[in-house]
């Protein structure tokens, strides 16, 4: 079982470009997030999706785009970047939000984007 | 919408040291708690959570939080640190339906 998987690991971008984070889950969860880890301010929550066919803007939603492609993928797209998103983003899944004691998050490992 | 503060930022340790972490949440209601734990140059972890019944809960590693409904509080104990526990954790309340995370307390323990 793989889990969370994202791509790619490590990316640097100038201002202005575009990219998409990919992020896949094979446990057949519901819901997928995508949060921004910073120093000194944890973590942060850019997008969700509670579930297949919706996505939900989170704390830190602007400069930001995402797609729920299908239940297993949930991607995170930079559209014109800028050095203020440079930051490490952690994909997460859960099994759904609505059955209760099921909200455990499963996070993937990481990818560092660092945008020049 | 719910936060979480996390008061202690950097925490320093002799190993076999006892532990606490504090965490408190906005407000109350039904409340769905955890710590999450980053070891260096991994993902989050799980540690342990809170969403009904014993308001001790207990995770992995031999560590322990308690919830304190009158203190809107989820501290984190470990009784004995080890370096191994040197680590950054994360306390998270459920907010509808997504999870808001603390800033984190970043914890060393020497040997």
């Known amino acids: 079982n793989a889990g969370v998987t994202q791509t790619p690991k490590f990316q640097v971008l100038k201002t202005g470009q575009s990219m998409t984070l990919q992020c896949a889950q094979d446990?057949?969860?519901?819901?997928m997030y995508w949060y921004r880890q910073d120093p000194g301010m944890g973590l942060r929550l850019i997008y969700y999706?509670?579930?297949?066919?919706?996505?939900d803007k989170g704390e830190v939603p602007n400069g930001y785009n995402v797609s729920r492609l299908n239940k297993r993928e949930f991607s995170l797209r930079l559209e014109s970047a800028a050095p203020s998103q440079t930051s490490v983003y952690f994909c997460a899944s859960s099994t759904s939000y609505y059955v209760s004691g099921a909200n455990v998050l499963t996070f993937g490992a990481g990818s560092r984007l660092t945008v020049l | 919408a719910q936060s979480v503060s996390q008061h202690n930022h950097h925490v320093i340790l002799s190993e076999a040291a006892s532990l606490e972490l504090g965490c408190n949440y906005s407000?109350?209601?039904?409340?769905?708690l955890f710590w999450y734990v980053q070891y260096p140059g991994q993902h989050l972890q799980l540690l342990l959570k809170?969403?009904?019944?014993?308001?001790l809960v207990k995770g992995i590693k031999g560590f322990e939080a308690e919830f304190i409904k009158s203190k809107f509080s989820f501290n984190l104990r470990k009784p004995s640190v080890q370096w191994s526990d040197t680590a950054e954790y994360f306390c998270?309340?459920?907010?509808?339906?997504?999870?808001?995370f603390g800033t984190g307390t970043r914890l060393q323990v020497f040997p």
């Open positions: 809170y969403f009904s019944g014993d308001p």
């Open positions: 446990m057949n969860h519901n819901s």
């Open positions: 999706s509670a579930s297949e066919g919706t996505t």
């Open positions: 998270a309340v459920k907010d509808t339906d997504k999870l808001i």
């Open positions: 407000y109350g209601g039904t409340v769905n």
